[in-house]
């Protein structure tokens, strides 16, 4: 199972983007789905979450900048960032509970990563 990501590029500072990710529609269900990202010499760290009932976490330093939101009939989720700053610079990593079949236990997967830059 390959989550597809996209959305990122090279934004100034104060600007927005929006990310996607979708996980295959063949795949029996999906619990929970987000984000992490990963700067450059720092370890990677949960930028938000969404459950399949739409229950959302966020950490701190986005709250009020990044908002994630989830379509279940697509099995794509997407990450609204707004007021980006440079420290947001990061490779950004969508990630999906899933359990492929009803026979399948839960296992968690990962999208490619995707290149997301602030800087003027």
């Known amino acids: 199972v390959q989550l597809q990501a996209s959305g990122g590029g090279l934004v100034q500072p104060g600007g927005s983007l929006r990310l996607s990710c979708a996980a295959p529609?063949?795949?029996?269900?999906?619990?929970?789905m987000g984000w992490f990202r990963q700067a450059p010499g720092k370890q990677r760290e949960l930028v938000a979450g969404i459950s399949s009932s739409g229950r959302t976490t966020y950490v701190d330093a986005v709250k009020g900048r990044f908002t994630i939101s989830r379509d279940n009939a697509k099995n794509t989720i997407y990450l609204q960032m707004n007021s980006l700053e440079p420290e947001d610079t990061a490779v950004y990593y969508c990630?999906?509970?899933?359990?492929?079949?009803?026979?399948?236990?839960?296992?968690?997967?990962w999208g490619q990563g995707t290149q997301v830059t602030v800087s003027s």
């Open positions: 990630f999906a509970g899933i359990r492929i079949t009803e026979w399948s236990n839960w296992r968690d997967y």
């Open positions: 529609g063949s795949i029996f269900s999906i619990n929970l």
